[in-house]
Every structure is written in C-alpha cells, then in structure tokens.
C-alpha cells in the first residue's frame, strides 16, 4: 500500500496545557465473577468454624450447638466476615453480598461434616437456614461497608456477638411447641390383616420405605416392628439400622379397631453416633408422644389413621417446628404406604374365599 494513502495513527495534537488522556482502565474480570477468588468465602466459613467448635457444650449447657444465639447469629457473622474481608479487597455488587455469605455459610455446615463435629441429618436441615440467614448478614456488611466509616467495628461486633450472648442461655427454659399430624389412607383389605402387618412387620426391604424424606438424610431404615405380649402388657419391639431398638407401649387396645402406643427408651436404645443428638428422640429439642392407629372398615376395604404428636423445644421453633411436621408427615405417608402394600397383597395371596388371618395379636 502507498504510504500517501495509509490511515494516520498518530494521536491529534493537543492545544499547549491540556493534561494528557488517561490511558482506559483495564476491564477487571473479577468484579464480574466474585467467586473467582475465594479467600474471603473460606475466610467466613473458617470464622464459622471457629464459633461451632466454640458451642459444643452439651445440651442444656451454655454454649451448647442448638443455643439460639449460635444458630441465629453464627450465620449472619460468616456473611459480615465474608463481605468486609471481600471489601477490602475491592469494591463488590449487591449480587456478592448476597451469593458470597450465602456460599460460605455452605461451606461452614460442610467444614463441621469434614472434621466430625456435625452429622448429616442436622447438616441438611440447617443449611437453608444458615445460609439466608448469612446473606442476609452479608447485605446488611454490604450497606455498612458502602455508607458509614466504621465497618471494622461492626464486623468486630457482630463476629463476638454470638459468644456474648451465649453464656446467658441456660438460666431460661426453652420453649415447647406440642402438635400432631394425622394421615390417612385406604386399603382393599380387610381389617383383621391391616392390623395384623401393624403388629407383625418383620423383615422390612429398604426399598419398601427408602422414599422416606428422613431415611435419605439419614435416618437408619426399620428392620421390624413386632408384638409381643409382656407382663405389663402388650409392648411394640421396633429395630432400626444401625443397632437402634426401642419399644412401643400400647395404653389402649381395642383389635382390628384401635390401638395407641407410647414410646420407652432405654440408654441403650440409641447407640452413639446413630443418629445426630440434636434430633434425638426423648432428648431436650424433640419428643415423640403418642402414636395411634385407627383402623374403619368401609365395604370390604379399611380406611387406616396414623396419628403422631411430637414435641419441639428450641429458641427457633418457628423454623423447627414446620420442618418438624414435614417430616413426620412423610414418614407417615411413606409408612401408611408400607402396611397398604403389605396388606393389600397378603389379601390377594389369600383369595376371596380362604378366611383372613383373624384375631391377630388380640
């Protein structure tokens, strides 16, 4: 090409005075992926960490894991953390203020799975609340951080927070909240056999009730739930996996009707490590009360009632409490499921014409 013709790349002369343009500011990928660097995610989840081997007392206890002033303030001081040590890198969104926390408080509950200090089934149920709760102390960090001078003090504050508030539990008792939840179901099958899979369910197959919410975050699968007849009565021997065994009390019998149990531990019933002791049955934040089956025929079929009451006692009953009767509600749906399937085929096996196997366990 003729060099008459070529384009000047030569920048214009500028009038004597004018300050030279600054160069365009390189485009910094980072602003747009706040993840990228994870030093102050891993910086919030250490900080929780460090306050949940801090509450480790047993129930009761000051500073115990299920205080009120660590499962509601322990999340927000993760996200506060989370956003100031982020800040002082640089300046972050509203969008990181929210996911950052959010994210730490994540791998917080995983961390307390990694070093043995929290089981899977309490892990999964405070997940959801331990990481709004943390983003939502992450916007709070964000505004102070954006509009006032002092966000050192507060993360500060907030971070020691939880320790102060800590050691003043145990002098109040803990709330109760005390409900039931009842499910139903229909059977093609008479009442006699209905009420004889309720007191004979032996040899239970994992795939029988497996879909169970509580089984898959780890409760262990029933074994068998059997009858006897004892002195002090008529008495439900439940085996569980994991060596957990435990009996049901019958206070009322009336066969193929009625018949409502009350549940008897024993300190051997829960072996340790079986299940997570926050969510230990008999403990100090939830009970089991009575359970009744309530049997109806309708025409040739049995209209089959499980009604459960339960007991929840923690200083965020508003949150336990409907998780609590989610679960129970499954597991009464998956167990109602189990005596129609067993029921309905011990029926067919029989045939219209071979009589029932009457007067079970009466």
């Known amino acids: 090409m003729n060099e008459d013709h070529a384009p000047d790349q030569r920048q214009p002369e500028l009038p004597p005075g004018t300050p ?13 992926l706040p993840f990228r660097l994870p030093w102050p995610i891993l910086a919030g989840a250490g900080v929780g960490l460090v306050l949940r081997l801090f509450f480790s007392a047993a129930p009761g206890h000051a500073y115990s894991a299920m205080a009120g002033s660590f499962i509601l303030l322990a999340p927000i001081a993760v996200g506060a953390v989370t956003v100031y040590a982020a800040e002082r890198q640089q300046r972050r969104s509203w969008g990181y203020y929210f996911f950052a926390p959010f994210l730490a408080n994540v791998l917080f509950v995983v961390g307390t799975l990694l070093i043995l200090i929290e089981g899977w089934i309490c892990a999964i149920l405070i997940i959801p609340l331990f990481a709004t709760l943390g983003a939502l102390g992450g916007l709070a960090m964000g505004a102070i951080c954006r509009w006032t001078r002092w966000p050192k003090h507060a993360t500060y504050s907030v971070a020691v927070l939880p320790l102060l508030l800590g050691a003043f539990e145990p002098g109040t008792g803990l709330p109760q909240r005390l409900d039931d939840v009842e499910r139903t179901v229909t059977i093609a099958a008479p009442p006699a056999e209905v009420w004889k899979q309720i007191h004979h369910a032996d040899a239970i197959r994992p795939e029988e009730i497996d879909r169970g919410w509580m089984y898959r975050i780890g409760v262990p699968l029933p074994v068998s739930g059997l009858t006897e007849d004892t002195a002090e009565g008529r008495v439900r021997r439940i085996r569980m996996g994991k060596g957990i065994r435990f009996d049901q009390v019958a206070t009322e019998w009336v066969p193929e009707r009625r018949v409502v149990f009350r549940y008897r531990f024993s300190e051997d019933s829960i072996p340790p490590r079986a299940l997570d002791d926050h969510v230990r049955i008999g403990g100090d934040y939830f009970d089991l ?35 609590a009767k989610l679960l129970i509600g499954n597991f009464e749906d998956t167990a109602l499921a189990f005596y129609r399937r067993r029921s309905e085929a011990a029926a067919e096996a029989a045939g219209p014409e071979a009589p029932a196997a009457r007067h079970p366990a009466r």
């Open 289 to 323: 009360g009575d359970t009744v089956y309530t049997l109806e025929p309708v025409g040739d079929a049995t209209r089959l009632t499980l009604q459960m009451r339960y007991r929840v006692s923690t200083r965020f009953n508003w949150y336990a409490e409907p998780l």
């Open 20 to 32: 030279a343009p600054k160069p365009a500011a390189p485009i910094q990928l980072r602003n747009y």
